[in-house]
């Protein structure tokens, strides 16, 4: 059986890894002429790869005299890249090379790339022995903010940038849907928005992931918080609520898309009338979208009391073929330099040269009077943001992967079954005894999950497989019968 698996997930990783192997044929008949080469791979789209590519590259060459080229590596999101990962260094042992032939891990979330240094991947950073004074709490980088990690005790990844997670909403669909703009997530639960909301695949990606644990975990936090709670009732009580939103949320979905970047798009676009969505897709979009008024077919806001800052790092790969300048990128990344690229407009001293990223820098000294006047955030003031919660690991960070799955069981494998049913719901009132058939989260409880499900985040994948399939009948059958319990009622 555990043959048969290796086998299935080869072939998986070859399917992700052959654009990688075809981009750097493709690659290297331009590449000859470089004095050097840095391999990076990376999640992040073509706006952010070519600024700091050219960025950089002149930074190299004016420090060094010599020309660069850089190799991207671009196979999907955070998801296709663990595969690449874990396929490629495993290869690596088995053939006993020290490395992948890849220098840099570029852009994900901060469970990535702790998922990569606890499998022993990933380097020590030079730049907290070059630049000591850029970290701690006197420095520009803090270690920790709103609960989230911006670099580990051994050193071995750091945030360049922050992420928050939110909603996009197009004012112009709700006003006809007589809707009022959300402010919070619970908003997105409302039966008004039956088929008009866009939602990411959180299996796909890990920023989307995250976003769905950020919910729960708010929910878990504000039970936790209520006067006179007992913790651990709360706790209990707290995860309940959250995938009950997660479920009202999507069933109320008109789709889960494998592109985060679809869902900014079809709400600026009418096609959708809110969606979840990470801070950087909708300020980018937001720029784009203007109706002929000029007034804005997309906004874009962190819900109230339900996100906090997560860092996107940088690490330097195991095995590196180019370490002297992958150590040396990590280190442009986090200068001043490299930080106004993240935020400045087009043209503008310090800032990209062609489009804007739309990016919150990690480091608290850039937020000046003088580079915010060039951003294309000048109110940006992240470190001051009142509207954050502080993320706690212990509740849920050890159910992340759990809880991705989860999502695409109970809402993504069942949508049709989850949507007649929200229908039905909705149409007979919302009754009480149906709505509770229809959230009965009660086979997935935190005691039975929130540490982790040790099937579906085991290494197995046929009985992972088949652990999924048991779950997503059990909500199958509860949709159902929530389903025809509302019809009954309509009669």
């Avoid at 290796?6 to 654009?19: D, H, Q, R, T």
């Avoid at 280190?331 to 043209?347: A, D, H, I, V």
Wanted: net charge neutral; charged share 20%; proline share 7%.
């Amino acid at each position: 059986m555990k043959t048969r698996a290796w086998i299935i997930f080869g072939l998986l990783a070859l399917i992700v890894a052959l654009p990688m192997v075809l981009r750097r044929q493709s690659a290297t008949t331009t590449s000859h002429s470089a004095d050097d080469r840095l391999v990076i791979l990376s999640p992040h789209n073509e706006s952010i790869r070519e600024e700091f590519g050219e960025a950089y590259a002149a930074h190299w060459k004016k420090s060094t005299g010599r020309s660069l080229y850089i190799d991207w590596r671009t196979p999907g999101g955070t998801s296709e890249i663990r595969m690449v990962l874990d396929a490629g260094f495993k290869a690596a042992e088995e053939t006993n090379r020290p490395g992948i032939g890849v220098d840099i891990f570029f852009g994900g979330g901060e469970p990535d790339f702790a998922g990569q240094a606890k499998k022993g991947r990933l380097l020590p950073l030079r730049v907290f022995n070059s630049h000591p004074d850029w970290f701690g709490k006197d420095g520009p980088i803090p270690e920790t903010f709103t609960g989230e990690r911006y670099y580990p005790l051994d050193h071995t990844w750091v945030g360049t940038c922050m992420s928050q997670f939110g909603i996009c909403y197009n004012p112009d669909v709700l006003k006809r849907l007589k809707i009022p703009p959300p402010t919070a997530w619970r908003d997105l639960a409302d039966p008004r928005y039956a088929g008009t909301i866009a939602l990411a695949d959180p299996t796909k990606s890990g920023s989307v992931a995250r976003a769905f644990e950020l919910v729960v975990q708010g929910e878990m936090l504000r039970a936790i918080d209520a006067p006179g709670a007992d913790r651990a009732a709360a706790t209990d009580a707290g995860w309940t609520a959250g995938l009950q939103l997660i479920q009202m949320m999507a069933a109320n979905a008109r789709y889960f898309t494998d592109s985060a970047t679809k869902v900014p798009l079809d709400v600026g676009q009418g096609n959708a009338a809110a969606g979840m969505c990470i801070d950087f897709y909708g300020r980018s979009f937001a720029a784009e979208f203007n109706s002929k008024t000029g007034s804005p077919r997309l906004v874009w806001i962190a819900p109230t009391g339900g996100t906090t800052l997560s860092g996107d790092p940088v690490a330097v790969l195991k095995g590196a073929p180019h370490p002297e300048v992958a150590q040396d990128f990590v280190e442009f990344c986090l200068s001043r330099e490299g930080q106004t690229l993240w935020l400045g407009k087009p043209g503008t001293p310090g800032g990209p040269e062609q489009r804007a990223l739309h990016r919150t820098p990690i480091r608290r000294d850039v937020y000046t009077p003088e580079i915010l006047a060039n951003s294309t955030m000048p109110d940006a003031m992240p470190y001051t943001d009142p509207g954050n919660f502080t993320y706690q690991h212990d509740l849920t960070g050890a159910s992340f992967n759990t809880l991705r799955q989860i999502v695409r069981i109970m809402c993504i494998d069942s949508h049709e079954e989850m949507k007649s049913a929200w229908l039905a719901l909705r149409d007979a009132g919302m009754p009480a005894d149906a709505l509770a058939v229809f959230s009965d989260v009660s086979l997935m409880t935190y005691a039975k999950a929130g540490k982790g499900d040790p099937i579906l985040d085991g290494s197995d994948a046929l009985k992972a497989a088949e652990r999924a399939t048991e779950i997503g009948e059990w909500f199958r059958t509860n949709y159902r019968k929530a389903e025809a319990m509302a019809r009954h009622k309509s009669l």
